[in-house]
């Protein structure tokens, strides 16, 4: 089930977003999450979060977006690979017509799975609190696509 972000959801989210970063992102210190934490923890509640719980009632991923920017999407190691990224990120396609998000180059799960979901490369650089090169990948919904030109010239 996906539901708009809680305030009780508060210490769930921060700690699944703190394991998935450490995770997802070996080539990072986890110091770096863990200095991070407490400016995510204020920022959770101002931006658009939607959480996914599994069917125990766990919360077990989430979305959070800022305007039509994804901030990150989050799942626990457990469920991985089993649909929830897909759902967070369904989720976020139907309330916006085009979506924005960073991705580092060094996490080719992040950015095969971005590229199934549609999302095209738009360009790139370097995340200046990591140091880490990135990749600026976008989305837009087909109703929104410009169409080809007709005919022949």
């Known amino acids: 089930m996906i ?22 992102h070996s080539f990072i210190p986890r ?17 658009e979060v939607y959480v996914h719980q599994n069917q125990a009632g766990q919360i077990d991923g989430f979305i959070g977006l800022v305007g039509q920017w994804i901030e990150g999407i989050f799942v626990s190691q457990d469920a991985r690979s089993q649909g929830v990224g897909r759902l967070l990120l369904d989720c976020a396609k139907e309330h916006k017509p085009a979506l924005r998000l960073h991705a580092y180059q060094k ?11 549609g999302f095209e490369i ?11 090169e990135e990749y600026t ?9 410009k169409a080809p030109p007709e005919g022949g010239a």
């Open 137 to 145: 990948m976008g989305w837009q919904a087909a109703a929104h696509k």
């Open 31 to 47: 110091s770096y999450w863990e200095e991070q934490r407490e400016a995510v923890r204020a920022a959770l509640p101002r931006a």
């Open 3 to 24: 539901r708009p972000f809680q305030p009780e959801d508060l210490d769930a989210v921060v700690r699944l977003w703190l394991d998935a970063n450490s995770q997802a």
């Open 107 to 117: 996490n080719p799960r992040a950015l095969d799975f971005y590229r199934r979901e």
């Open 122 to 132: 738009l360009g790139q650089g370097i995340d200046p609190a990591t140091g880490q």
